[in-house]
Every structure is written in structure tokens, then in C-alpha cells.
């Protein structure tokens, strides 16, 4: 059964504008880590935030902001006032129990100037 | 600032031919893993060391596919012999320990090609 589950294959905008991937997972451990990857075309795997399932505050990290609830499963991540830089494919992973990390399949994101 | 080194970056090869990855870890991390992420999906575990003894290759094609880590510290992954479905990228990544929470490194990747 798949544990990740981003339904955004891709999305587009314009420079400035607010842009934020969904994420849902699955999992029956009460304990267990999630995980946002942006992967920029070069190729590498660049983490941008960890969460276990007893934290679910929001966080903030300047133009980066990530939605945890547990009620809906759901851990989404905005980039407001998006960049061309921004553009990439973006990862969100779950690791519980048996310590794996399995990927969602990614979300590609366009911005255009 | 330490990073997970892999060579080479890209191969293009012949089906039935065989092919080696490299993979150098962020010194002092235990665990490492390899990972083949085939083209818009995401990454999959193939096989993860601690150290030098492998934990966990349940999702390594063991007909084909070879990986080592003789000395607990860098890794060879290999591919004999190559099928066309085995085009993706292969992903190398390292980590201080393998519990859940440890953020994990990943290299650049190596881009394989098989004609």
C-alpha cells in the first residue's frame, strides 16, 4: 500500500505568486517522522524539513511554511511569493516502524518569470 | 561542507553489459543507502548498510544487482547484466544512524542509459 501520496503531478505559476503541495500519507504506527525533499534539476536530493507525529506544530522557515494535522493525515508545504529558483520537483517521504523512507512521487513545480 | 560523492554522474551502456556505481559517504555517517528513482516517480530503497553488513536488500533484483561495502565506508553497486528497464537514476544517501528520524544525504546521483 502506498504510504505517501501526492496527488499534484505538476504545478505552474508566475513569478510572486503563493504556490502549496499537498501531501497525505498513511500509516498505522503512532510514531513516525515525515520529510519534505526538493530535488532541483541537477539531481540531488536537498531535505528541507523533518516532523515526527508528536509535533504538530506549523513551521515557518522564510518564504517556506509546512501544514501538519494529523486529523486529515495531511502534511502540506507552501512557498509563498514564489521564485524561479524555486522550480523543482518536490518530495514528501514518511518514515515510521520500520524506519524506511518511501517517497511520494513527487510534485513539479514551475515558476515562471 | 561535507557532501555524498558519486561517480560517475552519468552512463549510457548496452543492455547485457555490465556497469558499477560509486559512492562515497559524509565521513562518520554509519548507514547508507542506495536508491534507483526511475523517471517521474520517486525514490526507491534498493539495499541499506550499516557499517559494512547489509540490513535491509528485500527490494535488491539479487539476479542482477550486486552491492558491497567492504570497508564500512564507501560503496559499489553493480548491475550485470543491464536491461533496458533498469534506465533511472541511482541515488546514493547517508545518514548518522538508521532510525527514523535521521535525516538522510543524498549524492547527485548517476544518470544510467541502457540501449
Known amino acids: 500500500a502506498q504510504k505517501v501520496t501526492q496527488a499534484q503531478t505538476e504545478i505552474s505559476v508566475v513569478e510572486k505568486e503563493d504556490v502549496t503541495l499537498d501531501c497525505v500519507y498513511e500509516?498505522?504506527?503512532?510514531?513516525?517522522?515525515l520529510f519534505w525533499y526538493k530535488q532541483p534539476p541537477s539531481g540531488e536530493l536537498v531535505f528541507l524539513i523533518r516532523?515526527?507525529?508528536?509535533?504538530?506544530q506549523n513551521e515557518i522557515s522564510g518564504r517556506y511554511s509546512w501544514n501538519f494535522q494529523k486529523s486529515t493525515s495531511s502534511f502540506n508545504f507552501t512557498i509563498t511569493a514564489s521564485q524561479v529558483v524555486d522550480s523543482a520537483v518536490y518530495f514528501c517521504a514518511l518514515s515510521d516502524n520500520d524506519y524506511k523512507l518511501s517517497f511520494g512521487a513527487g510534485t513539479t513545480v514551475t515558476v515562471r518569470a | 561542507e561535507a557532501e555524498v560523492a558519486q561517480s560517475p554522474r552519468y552512463k549510457i551502456t548496452e543492455k547485457s553489459q555490465a556497469v558499477a556505481f560509486w559512492c562515497d559517504p559524509i565521513s562518520g555517517h554509519a548507514t547508507l543507502y542506495w536508491y534507483r528513482q526511475i523517471l517521474g516517480q520517486g525514490p526507491e530503497l534498493l539495499v541499506q548498510?550499516?557499517?559494512?553488513?547489509?540490513?535491509?536488500d528485500s527490494q535488491l533484483p539479487k539476479d542482477r544487482f550486486s552491492a558491497e561495502r567492504l570497508k564500512g565506508v564507501d560503496s559499489t553497486l553493480k548491475i550485470q547484466p543491464a536491461e533496458l528497464g533498469d534506465s533511472a537514476m541511482y541515488l546514493c544517501?547517508?545518514?548518522?544512524?538508521?532510525?527514523?528520524?535521521?535525516?538522510?544525504?543524498f549524492g547527485p546521483g548517476t544518470r544510467l542509459t541502457v540501449l
Open positions: 548498510f550499516q557499517d559494512e553488513s547489509v540490513v535491509d
Open positions: 500509516t498505522r504506527d503512532t510514531t513516525y517522522y
Open positions: 516532523r515526527n507525529s508528536f509535533d504538530e
Open positions: 544517501a547517508s545518514s548518522l544512524g538508521s532510525l527514523g528520524y535521521n535525516e538522510q544525504f
